[in-house]
């Protein structure tokens, strides 16, 4: 890993983004490479991005965090992905906490975020979409049956990334059928569920493996039980403890984009630049030269969304379509750059041993998760132009 060289003038938060870089560097090419072959977890580096605090970049100082800024926990991520590492193994212990920050008792806060903060507790887990609703959120049909002090689960979710690694999952279910309820929107509510507890006691997680390294899983709840006191926010109330969340989840994982087209756009140049074929350059080529500039081109205009986003975030303006069209653009951005990467390294660009491959990937998921390019294109459509909704 020869990264990086800068390709953002006035980059904000220098100091981070240098610290980051060299944390980063510990953990080169063949360290993910390996844990790719083997569908492994990186667990040490983690643990270092864990102990030099920067999971709890977001969670307030008051509970042990660093209380940064939105802006300067989406260097980290763009750093860490710019350095070709894969965030996607922890970037939403950075985030999930942020249910309970906004919406958790002060008694929830208490006892979860200090030990989130540390890192002794790791809630990575984020229970959502399920097999029959997909995207149609409020269509999902995980079920918490109230009785007495205590919550019954039954249901089953799928895609919960890292569960597996993570003590805690943040779980949407309904506990209103969705034909008792005025709008679909109601009767969701949200739980703090203890898997370490749950495991083997009416919790089952199946691995399923994908074509990039992710942690990704099936989930099995059979009358599993949650203590009344782990609702996050109000029964019936839990929609909008999910959306209030994503924004910071969709601008954190363009950060991550705008990280890989940086690393795929680094990598391209410098093998263009060294490359010799017909005895020159193959860089001198404009037919390989303008991928790589109009990658360069799509990234820069996706970090500029997201940079306007992160700070509408963090002045606490409404940053709705800034986070949709800054997630969907530079997953655009990344595709292209990682597109470009490919075609600049010919041959090379499928050997495993350069890493383009295996970030390109990695970094196709985000056009899908954690939502579709399609379904931003029609909050957009909806919400910013005042179209009709179409589904
Ligand atoms: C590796 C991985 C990790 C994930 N991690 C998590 C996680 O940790 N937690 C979690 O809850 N979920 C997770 N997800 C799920 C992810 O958020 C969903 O896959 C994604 O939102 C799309 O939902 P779906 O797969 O059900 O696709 P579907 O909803 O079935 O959609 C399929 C396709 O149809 C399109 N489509 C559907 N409806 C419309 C419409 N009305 N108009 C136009 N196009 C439409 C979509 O854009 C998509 O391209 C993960 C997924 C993957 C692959």
């Known amino acids: ?21 060299r944390l980063c560097s510990r953990f080169p090419g063949p360290y993910w490479r390996e844990l790719d072959a083997r569908r492994a977890y990186p667990s040490e580096f983690v643990a270092a991005l864990t102990e030099a605090g920067y999971l709890a970049a977001l969670i307030p100082e008051a509970f042990g965090g660093s209380g940064l800024t939105l802006s300067a926990a989406a260097a980290i991520m763009e750093t860490i992905q710019a350095e070709g590492c894969n965030g996607a193994a922890c970037h939403a212990q950075m985030y999930i906490m942020g249910a309970i920050l906004r919406h958790g008792s002060p008694a929830q806060k208490q006892q979860y975020l200090p030990a989130i903060a540390d890192g002794s507790l790791r809630l990575q887990a984020f229970g959502v979409t399920e097999p029959s609703s997909g995207t149609d959120t409020t269509a ?17 979710k799928i895609w919960t990334s890292r569960a597996e690694h993570s003590d805690l999952m943040l779980l949407l279910a309904r506990t209103t059928p969705r034909d008792q309820v005025e709008k679909k929107t109601q009767g969701l509510s949200v739980f703090i569920v203890d898997m370490r507890l749950a495991l083997g006691h009416g919790l089952t997680i199946r691995p399923i493996r994908t074509m990039m390294n992710h942690n ?38 363009a950060s991550e984009c705008v990280g890989d087209a940086k690393w795929f756009i680094a990598k391209s140049t410098a093998y263009a630049n060294d490359r010799q074929v017909f005895g020159r350059p193959i860089g001198q080529n404009q037919g390989v030269q303008f991928p790589i500039a109009r990658a360069y081109a799509q990234m820069r205009a996706a970090e500029l969304m997201v940079r306007d986003g992160c700070d509408r975030f963090d002045a606490g303006l409404p940053c709705g379509p800034e986070a949709n069209m800054a997630k969907m653009l530079a997953a655009e951005a990344s ?3 990682g597109e470009a990467a490919i075609q600049t390294h010919g041959g090379f660009g499928f050997a495993e041993e350069y890493d383009i491959e295996r970030k390109f990937r990695e970094t196709r998921l985000y056009q899908v998760a ?17 179209l009709p909704r179409s589904y």
Request: proline letters at 4%; glycine letters at 8%.
């Open 140 to 156: 999902l049909r995980t079920f918490a049956r109230r009785e007495g002090n205590r919550y019954i689960v039954r249901g089953q």
């Open 335 to 337: 595709w292209a750059a």
């Open 1 to 21: 890993m020869d990264q990086p060289m800068s390709l953002s003038p006035n980059d904000s938060h220098a100091e981070i983004r240098a610290e980051v870089a």
């Open 216 to 253: 990704s899983c099936e989930i099995f709840f059979d009358d599993m039980e949650i203590p009344a006191e782990n609702l996050v926010g109000a029964e019936g109330a839990g929609f909008r403890v999910i959306l209030d969340g994503m924004n910071a989840e969709r601008l954190l994982i």
């Open 370 to 386: 954690p939502i579709s390019t399609n379904l931003i294109l029609s909050y957009v459509a909806e919400h910013v132009l005042g």
